[in-house]
């Protein structure tokens, strides 16, 4: 795989987000390498970057993808992902042998606060949306004219 390159300054040494030069570096463009621009405004012409190799987070060996992994204990050796459906190890949900629970007795109802339902299904009147900032309901947060409340 192919080192890992800092926009600002080009450098193998690190990455953008902890150049040192962040301030004072001339931005590289990432398609011809050179000063001046960035890659969106290159004047020459686009250049093939090889494919990043796949790289499986359970096993951390290239050419497959996690969900792909032949290695199905991973690297630990031991396969202990857990199903949410049945809640035993060595399988996940959407390979579960069993027939599907449907888990609403812990779930907790997010318009009434209830439990054994969720808000999809409860039986109240769907409480007004309101803003979390000032308590209008005329208005949601994000449009809030108020100052935002820390």
Excluded: W
Aim: charged share 30%.
């Amino acid at each position: 795989m192919p080192p890992r390159r800092c926009y600002n300054c080009d450098s193998e040494a690190h990455l953008s987000k902890d150049c040192p030069n962040k301030d004072t570096a001339e931005r590289v463009c990432y398609n011809c390498k050179k000063p001046g621009h960035l890659s969106k405004d290159c004047p020459e012409e686009r250049q093939e970057r090889a494919p990043r190799a796949k790289l499986c987070y359970k096993c951390n060996q290239e050419g497959h993808l996690s969900r792909d992994c032949p290695n199905a204990a991973g690297a630990s050796g031991s396969d202990n992902r857990r199903c949410y459906n049945c809640n035993q190890t060595g399988h996940l949900s959407k390979d579960c042998p069993n027939p599907q629970v449907a888990r609403t007795d812990d779930r907790r109802c997010f318009n009434c606060n209830g439990t054994g339902h969720i808000s999809k299904n409860c039986p109240n009147p769907t409480k007004p949306k309101g803003c979390f900032n000032c308590g209008s309901v005329d208005h949601i947060s994000r449009d809030c004219p108020e100052p935002r409340k820390e």
